[in-house]
């Protein structure tokens, strides 16, 4: 995976997460398994960028597609339709999904009656832009487009198609999605947002909040042990704001500690506003609900939170520190911390500074701040910090979080963690990687472990990125 100058791991955060549960890499269109072609000859290629609701929208498209004759293409040379699952929360991810577009539009050269389409946040964001300026792309979907995918790629055979409508109406319900092997299978609980955060674009590209019924999040759950996986990842904006009538978060959690065959559930990413101590006591009883969280700060200063209308003061976000570690000592947390947001001063930095050394995150998302087109900061806060200003705060917070990552990695020498296997490490013959209930990477020499099974691994090395270990005792299946 390639490593970006802007982030403390990847310029994109949110496929740095990806890559860290799954042990993939995006875009992911390339690692799936071919399939034999259907009698109408149909393949879809398509490649993912950005988060990991848009891994979990793939997997709904190529469910939808499967009915209706799609199968899996394995290079876009192969295939009828390529499709460009997309991210529109940096300009960095646009930049590449535009490149590789260009690129792609070779194929057309060969086969004219191939169909290129973009999907996804960038879709909903460039519209009408997409279809004017590459006149290569035949088709526009919007998140909301997806159970219509069918119908819109035949319309795209006679003209360009765009649908990127946002439908409050549109459950999801009765769209499978089709998973590919691994450990973990994405669920998506909710979708669009309504804290409206200055930096952010997520409202305007996938909607207002709304959820997922807990029924039907409760069946794809049973459905995905079925499958053989053994760890589901809830996925939404601001997963704690979860509700389905009586149903809040913390009932959904427990509804879902209950399906035989899932051993550990994760999600992603809580709000800090949206925290109360029942969330917490939940998670700190229930054996199966991992114990670490992603939880953003943004800054350290309370006065760019303000700015950035996060809802919370820095005095908030520590006391809501110490009461998740009062109550699960053992918790794993890491953050977001945005540097050179308009306005945002030297004093300022250094208290951001000053609270990222004080939590001792086990590590964290870093950036330095961009303006984003439509977003609230975009149309009201002049970007005030200097490239060269932001670019030194980020290395100076970048630095610092190393430190502080290797440093709460090295405490885990000795200790005995119970991986779940996730398949061959990417470097050294033999070896194997998992993660543990605190979602740090363990890589070790395999021996009889098998991937997809929970293996006890007592670590005798760390860095600021990775364990490594022995194995104590496999699990019989």
């Not at 149909?42 to 190529?62: A, F, H, P, W």
């Not at 979860?242 to 809040?248: A, E, I, K, P």
């Not at 701040?369 to 900061?377: D, F, K, L, Q």
């Not at 149309?379 to 100076?396: F, G, I, P, S």
């Amino acid at each position: 995976m390639t490593k970006g100058s802007q982030s403390h791991f990847l310029s994109n955060w949110n496929a740095e997460l990806m890559s860290q549960i799954l042990n993939i890499e995006t875009p992911d269109g390339a690692g799936l398994t071919a399939e034999a072609p259907t009698p109408n000859g149909k393949r879809i290629y398509i490649e993912t960028y950005g988060c990991q609701m848009n891994v979990s929208d793939t997997e709904l498209m190529e469910g939808v597609l499967r009915r209706d004759g799609y199968v899996r293409a394995l290079e876009p040379e192969t295939a009828d339709v390529i499709l460009l699952n997309t991210c529109a929360i940096r300009d960095h991810a646009e930049a590449r999904v535009l490149g590789r577009l260009s690129q792609l539009s070779y194929y057309k050269t060969k086969r004219p009656d191939m169909l290129l389409g973009v999907t996804g946040c960038m879709a909903k964001h460039l519209s009408e832009k997409l279809l004017d300026k590459l006149p290569y792309v035949d088709m526009v979907l919007g998140p909301d487009s997806y159970r219509r995918m069918g119908d819109i790629i035949r319309e795209a055979a006679d003209e360009p198609a765009l649908d990127v409508r946002l439908d409050r109406d549109e459950d999801y319900l009765g769209m499978d999605p089709l998973r590919t092997e691994g450990t973990n299978a994405w669920i998506t609980i909710m979708r669009g947002c309504d804290k409206f955060c200055t930096f952010c674009i997520v409202p305007y590209v996938r909607g207002r909040e709304r959820s997922v019924g807990a029924e039907e999040i409760v069946r794809q759950a049973e459905q995905a042990a079925e499958e053989g996986f053994r760890q589901v990842t809830l996925l939404g904006q601001t997963v704690n704001s979860y509700r389905d009538g009586d149903t809040d978060f913390s009932d959904l959690l427990m509804a879902l500690a209950r399906v035989e065959g899932v051993r550990r559930i994760r999600f992603t990413s809580p709000h800090p506003s949206d925290f109360d101590q029942k969330f917490i006591d939940t998670m700190a009883a229930e054996p199966k609900i991992c114990k670490y969280l992603h939880l953003p700060v943004q800054s350290g200063s309370d006065r760019v939170l303000a700015e950035m209308k996060r809802n919370y003061t820095v005095s908030d976000y520590l006391s809501l520190v110490e009461r998740v570690r009062l109550a699960m000592p053992s918790i794993r947390l890491s953050t977001d911390v945005i540097v050179g947001f308009p306005g945002e001063s030297a004093d300022d930095f250094d208290e951001t500074m000053k609270l990222v050394e004080r939590v001792g995150f086990d590590f964290a998302f870093l950036f330095k701040y961009s303006e984003r087109e439509g977003t609230a900061a975009h149309r009201q806060l002049a970007d005030t910090v200097t490239e060269e200003e932001k670019a030194e705060r980020l290395q100076a917070v970048i630095a610092l979080q190393n430190r502080v990552s290797e440093a709460v990695n090295q405490e885990q020498i000795g200790k005995i963690e119970q991986v779940l296997v996730q398949g061959d490490a990417r470097k050294g013959d033999g070896m194997a990687v998992g993660k543990t209930d605190g979602f740090k990477t363990v890589v070790f020499p395999r021996g009889n472990a098998v991937t997809n099974q929970f293996t006890d691994v007592r670590i005798t090395g760390a860095t600021m990125r990775t364990l490594s270990g022995e194995v104590v005792a496999v699990e019989q299946a």
